[in-house]
């Protein structure tokens, strides 16, 4: 009886890992992806650890930030959420995770 208890909670806990894994991917693609795939208005590209490198340096947290409220730097303008005001704080996040994840 335990046992069940204990194996149903850790494939809930499973589950709910590759469910933020799939937002931020999912989000990454419908929202990010045509400046962050491609390097388009000087976005730094996903994968590009040597654009990343600094940026990570700043911290999860100001990259969350930066992500959602927007932010001007060097090389151009990061929009508020992408420009996707219809975006939730947590799959933008997610999307942010998702790319640092795929930088370092
Ligand atoms: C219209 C183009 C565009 C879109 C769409 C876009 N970005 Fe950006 N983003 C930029 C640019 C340009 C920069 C770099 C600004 C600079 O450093 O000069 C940037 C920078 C960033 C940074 C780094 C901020 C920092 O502190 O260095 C993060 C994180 C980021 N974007 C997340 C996202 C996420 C998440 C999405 C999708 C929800 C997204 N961006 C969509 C253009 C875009």
Redesign the pocket.
């Known amino acids: 009886m335990k046992k069940t208890v204990v194996i149903a909670a850790v494939f809930g806990m499973m589950a709910a890992a590759s469910a933020q894994a799939n937002e931020g991917q999912q989000?990454?693609q419908q929202?990010?992806f045509?400046?962050?795939g491609t390097g388009?208005?000087?976005?730094?590209k996903a994968g590009d650890k040597a654009a990343w490198k600094d940026?990570i340096a700043?911290g999860a947290s100001?990259?969350h930030t930066?992500?959602l409220k927007g932010?001007?730097?060097?090389?151009?303008?990061?929009?508020p959420?992408?420009?996707?005001a219809d975006?939730s704080d947590a799959a933008?996040k997610a999307?942010?995770d998702y790319?640092v994840g795929m930088s370092k």
């Open positions: 989000t990454y929202a990010c045509a400046c962050h388009a208005a000087g976005a730094p940026r700043q100001t990259l930066h992500a932010f001007q730097g060097k090389h151009g303008v990061m929009p959420k992408g420009g996707r975006l933008v999307a942010v790319m």
